[in-house]
């Protein structure tokens, strides 16, 4: 174990969920944006959040109900440790409700700074399960895609998120993310509540198919078989009304040579492919252009696959 740290700042990064044809399990991070928590050693003991910054949004400061706070007492009661004084400092810098995994970029770095604070007792890996736990404050589910990229970076597949299985794949030299924000509000209840809990044969069958060669195109780095993978059957086609003008966007993004364009998480955030920064730009111009002219604001971003994740600053 290293020495004792008195304060630490560590950063978490946006990610995007589902991928298209990995509903629930499969994510990556990306650079930027992301947030960040100040974790002191205090000489009271326990951990408490005393402050929350970036947010008109009332989140709790009770560790046990917030997303960077649950993980973190889970971790600091199985090293044993419950009685430390920790108190953490949240700096938001994602809009909630975002499709960028803001509530776990929190969960992810909630973990991370308690851990380098303790002088690292556990491994990065080892912390993922907490992170796991502490971003089910948000809504009560139990799934790693948005969370455990966001503390481990890279592309993740997600074998079983009840036992946090998972895998993180290779990522192909070169390629590019571009990522658009709307500045419109998708409750994630509502971008569920328009699931079916049914899916046709022929549609889990196809389903099926593009993950697994898009999982093989990253072992490969076939970026053809990549485009013609990313394309999801079942969650893309009931989310697309949420999102308007969703189509129009996809068939810029892929007349500027996008690998595909489709939804990140629940929306309304949407995300491509590009095999280099100059497609991603000239799409970017052009999908925020077409939003700017139908009144609707925007936040676009353009990275590598953030392969670092989560990281004491």
Same mark, same amino acid.
């Given at each position: 174990m290293a020495k004792r740290q008195q304060v630490v700042k560590v950063f978490a990064p946006a990610t995007v969920a589902n991928v298209a044809v990995g509903y629930d399990i499969l994510g990556f991070a990306i650079e930027r944006p992301g947030d960040e928590i100040i974790a002191r050693a205090s000489p009271t003991p326990g951990l408490r959040i005393t402050k929350i910054h970036g947010t008109t949004k009332k989140l709790p400061l009770d560790p046990a109900k917030n997303t960077a706070g649950l993980g973190a007492l889970k971790l600091l009661e199985d090293l044993d440790m419950l009685d430390e004084g920790i108190e953490l400092e949240i700096y938001k810098k994602m809009p909630f409700g975002s499709g960028m995994g803001s509530s776990a970029a929190s969960a992810a770095a909630g973990v991370l700074a308690v851990n380098e604070l303790l002088g690292k007792p556990l491994q990065k890996r080892e912390?993922?399960?907490?992170?796991?736990?502490? /971003?089910?404050?948000?809504?009560?589910?139990?799934?790693?895609?948005?969370? %455990?990229?966001?503390?481990?970076?890279?592309? %993740?597949? *997600?074998?079983?998120?009840?036992?946090?299985?998972?895998?993180?794949?290779?990522?192909?030299?070169?390629?590019?993310?571009?990522?658009?924000?709307? /500045? =419109?509000?998708?409750?994630?209840?509502?971008?569920?509540?328009?699931?079916?809990?049914?899916?046709?044969?022929?549609?889990? %069958?196809?389903?099926?198919?593009?993950?697994?060669? &898009?999982?093989?195109?990253?072992?490969?780095?076939?970026? /053809?078989?990549?485009?013609?993978?990313?394309?999801?059957?079942?969650?893309?086609?009931q989310r697309a009304q949420l999102i308007p003008?969703?189509?129009?966007?996809?068939?810029?993004?892929?007349?500027?040579?996008?690998?595909?364009?489709? *939804?990140?998480?629940?929306?309304?955030? @949407? &995300?491509? &492919?590009?095999?280099?920064?100059?497609?991603?730009?000239?799409?970017?111009?052009?999908?925020? /252009? &077409?939003?700017?002219?139908?009144? =609707?604001?925007?936040?676009?971003?353009?990275?590598?696959?953030?392969?670092?994740?989560?990281?004491? @600053?």
């Open positions: 912390l993922a399960k907490y992170a796991v736990l502490g /971003e089910s404050a948000a809504d009560g589910a139990i799934h790693g895609d948005n969370v %455990i990229p966001s503390l481990l970076g890279g592309i %993740i597949l *997600i074998r079983d998120n009840t036992t946090c299985d998972f895998i993180k794949l290779p990522t192909p030299r070169g390629m590019s993310v571009f990522l658009i924000y709307p /500045e =419109i509000e998708i409750l994630t209840k509502d971008a569920r509540a328009v699931l079916s809990d049914q899916v046709d044969l022929s549609q889990l %069958i196809g389903q099926t198919g593009n993950m697994a060669a &898009f999982v093989a195109s990253l072992y490969t780095s076939d970026f /053809e078989l990549m485009k013609r993978s990313l394309k999801d059957h079942v969650i893309e086609p003008h969703f189509y129009g966007l996809q068939d810029i993004a892929l007349k500027h040579g996008a690998m595909n364009y489709t *939804i990140s998480g629940a929306g309304p955030s @949407m &995300f491509g &492919f590009a095999q280099n920064t100059l497609i991603a730009e000239n799409a970017v111009k052009e999908i925020t /252009e &077409f939003l700017n002219l139908t009144s =609707i604001r925007s936040q676009a971003y353009i990275s590598p696959i953030n392969n670092q994740g989560a990281y004491k @600053m």
